[in-house]
């Protein structure tokens, strides 16, 4: 724990130690709150919840998201430190886990800047908070879970701008796996039971189950699949492609 | 002599390429180890080896007294690195960057504040210790690159071209304190400049296409060769490889 912990405040803080932080931060805030009001149509719907807020997150984070992971691990490669990291006593887990919730918590910190959209809400009328909190937690889990795919993805290149675009494109596929759009075109010829394990593996039908303001465990349990799937991935990777 | 290092037929082999190719040593206690050799010899290849970075494809290094293969973090603890290169994380200073190492090496408080002291004043970057590292001259990164290996003060030193990039001054400073850290630690450098084998090393081998060459003190290597020229073995010993 102590190595995750030194690991993670070194990760969390290098985000600091670049403009990197700051810039992201707002444009996400920017982007969240254009997308909300404007496409989202917050204010014309005169309804008391976060639906349009929350709805434009999976698309923000599928461009954002990369734009933190895709450093964790090509960096160091690129830079040659992982040659220094990885013979320092730290087990492979403790840095592969550090660095994930190093980059979690910081997009944990954008999210939890959103907070006057709550404030907001709750001024204009009386909404559901405990559909507004399951949101926000399913929010952060779907951030999470493509985090890890970007860490993963990361590990396997020195080049921070193939990480993100590959990672990009990873999300995208997984985000709308279930969605009416892919599911239609396996619906015309794939027996039903594919159709149905392809639409399981979608983020969207999770994120928005979550979002009805029900957290279930079949939700939770397959975030947490994907994200422990990934880093085991990420771990193995680094380990293959060190020498390299 | 106490044996600390000990290499066991380490062989590497990339694809069909081998690049160490069952090179077996020990090193004790007292003793500055030069690895010398062309680019390319194996040099990198087998102290990536023994400080665990790299897995053997086989045979094994033993430093003291845990085998790489099976306790890869007790070695990791016992051996101070300095890589090629010396990478360090550009947008720290060097006192965080020596911080964060400090913690990992299991240093806190006031423990952790005097070892940093310690080898900040040992490799003088007393004066750079506070601005980034990506703003230093290469000396000065090579230097923040030795103190992070002191540390913890290991016995076994392992130093990747310690000195390459250096002015004619700054060699001098790191060779002093080899030197002198030699007197009771174990030390194995890689080089290819020749003259730094005789300044700091009490036993030299040659490495060429991974094996060993030569395996002996500088003085007695030099006596190999009619006109007591480093220069010459080293040649002669590498022309065949």
């Known amino acids: ?244 | 002599m106490t044996q600390i290092l000990s290499i066991q037929g380490l062989t590497k082999t990339f694809g069909s390429k081998t690049v160490v190719d069952d090179v077996s040593f020990d090193v004790g206690k007292g003793e500055v180890l030069g690895f010398l050799g062309p680019n390319g010899a194996g040099k990198s290849t087998t102290m990536k080896m023994i400080v665990g970075f790299l897995t053997p494809t086989s045979g094994t290094a033993i430093v003291c007294g845990h085998d790489v293969s099976h306790e890869p973090l007790a070695v990791k603890a016992a051996v101070g690195y300095l890589p090629e290169g010396a990478p360090a994380y550009p947008d720290m200073t060097p006192l965080a960057f020596l911080g964060f190492i400090a913690g990992v090496r299991g240093f806190d408080g006031a423990e952790r504040r005097s070892r940093i002291d310690r080898v900040v004043e040992m490799t003088r970057i007393q004066d750079v210790a506070r601005q980034p590292i990506e703003t230093l001259s290469k000396g000065f990164k090579r230097r923040v690159g030795l103190a992070q290996s002191l540390l913890h003060d290991p016995e076994v030193l392992i130093l990747d071209e310690p000195t390459d990039g250096l002015d004619p001054n700054q060699k001098q400073v790191v060779r002093d304190l080899i030197r002198d850290m030699g007197q009771e630690k174990c030390i194995v450098i890689s080089t290819h400049i020749l003259e730094e084998v005789d300044a700091v090393c009490s036993r030299a081998m040659i490495i060429a296409s991974g094996k060993v060459m030569a395996d002996a003190s500088p003085a007695e290597l030099k006596a190999q060769s009619g006109s007591g020229d480093l220069d010459e073995v080293f040649r002669k010993v590498t022309a065949n490889a």
């Open chain 1, 1 to 244: 724990m102590r190595n995750v912990s030194l690991v993670f405040r070194r990760e969390f803080a290098a985000y600091f130690a670049t403009p990197l932080a700051y810039i992201f931060i707002v444009i996400f805030l920017a982007l969240a709150g254009i997308l909300t009001f404007r496409l989202g149509g917050f204010l014309g719907r005169e309804q008391a919840d976060l639906v349009p807020f929350f709805e434009f997150h999976p698309w923000l984070y599928l461009f954002l998201v990369p734009a933190l992971s895709m450093r964790l691990w090509a960096e160091e490669r690129r830079l040659g430190t992982i040659e220094l990291f990885l013979t320092l006593p730290i087990s492979m887990t403790e840095a592969v886990v550090g660095k994930y919730l190093a980059a979690w918590a910081f997009t944990a910190t954008a999210v939890a800047l959103t907070f006057p959209m709550w404030l907001t809400v709750n001024y204009l009328g009386n909404p559901d908070n405990g559909v507004i909190l399951a949101s926000y937690v399913g929010s952060l889990l779907m951030a999470g879970a493509y985090l890890s795919i970007g860490s993963m993805i990361s590990a396997m290149t020195k080049n921070q701008v193939i990480a993100f675009v590959v990672t990009t494109s990873a999300c995208f596929i997984l985000t709308l796996a279930g969605s009416p759009t892919v599911l239609e075109f396996f619906s015309n010829w794939a027996p039903s039971n594919v159709v149905e394990a392809i639409g399981n593996f979608g983020f969207l039908p999770h994120f928005q189950s979550i979002q009805r303001g029900v957290i279930d465990l079949r939700d939770l349990i397959f975030f947490g699949s994907v994200i422990i799937v990934a880093l085991i991935a990420n771990a193995i990777i680094v380990d293959w492609r060190k020498a390299f």
